[in-house]
């Protein structure tokens, strides 16, 4: 009763109550990323599957510049991701333009992280009930691990959240987020900026 009933009111009310109470930290970010991204603006979009495989478009903060080399390519990430981009990261204040995508009902403030949809297609019938609902902000997998764990054991919290969801369980994911935000845990997968890309199961 809860996913299907109390869930989606919840999350609309706190990402409310969230955008109300951190707007003079959002007006700050636009201030700050306007001049660390050098014009290339403040916000990233970007199309990801939602509940069932529904594509939608993910809004967070923009942490790199797009700066390219002289062949017009751009620049990798780690020379593209500024210093704001950095700490804007490893504070995960880049994740809370969401909110936005929260009250639109794309989201949930708990849920399994929205991946990119080429993944769709290279996910087991298993990893696929991770899209049985909405994808969060924050989730069991990235309280245990984030990017510092293997696709194979990300996806397993995954599904495990999809068979276990309750109140109590997004109540402890919300207060291991909060705790795992100043603590700044799992941010990057060893030497890599960002989690690697999955490439599928075999």
């Not at 402890?172 to 199961?201: C, D, L, Q, Y």
Request: glycine content about 8%; charged content about 25%; proline content about 4%.
């Amino acid at each position: 009763m809860y996913i299907y009933l109390v869930k989606r009111p919840i999350s609309f009310l706190g990402a409310l109550m969230a955008l109300i109470i951190l707007l003079p930290l959002f007006l700050a970010m636009i201030i700050l990323l306007h001049f660390a991204n050098k014009g290339a603006g403040v916000f990233f979009t970007q199309e990801r599957p939602g509940k069932h495989g529904e594509i939608f478009k993910i809004i967070k903060f923009k942490t790199m510049t797009d700066e390219c080399d002289k062949d017009g390519n751009l620049l990798s990430d780690e020379k593209r991701l500024t210093k704001t981009g950095k700490f804007v990261r490893s504070t995960s204040i880049d994740e809370l333009p969401q909110l936005i995508n929260v009250l639109r009902g794309d989201m949930s403030l708990i849920g399994p992280r929205p991946l990119l949809p080429q993944y769709l297609s290279l996910y087991s019938k298993e990893q696929a009930r991770r899209h049985d609902v909405r994808p969060g902000i924050t989730g069991w997998a990235q309280v245990n691990g984030r990017n510092a764990i293997s696709w194979k054991e990300k996806f397993e919290l995954d599904v495990w959240y999809v068979d276990h969801c309750s109140l109590k369980l997004d109540l402890k994911i919300i207060f291991i987020t909060i705790k795992k935000v100043f603590v700044r845990e799992g941010i990057n997968s060893g030497a890599s900026v960002t989690m690697e890309p999955f490439t599928g199961n075999n």
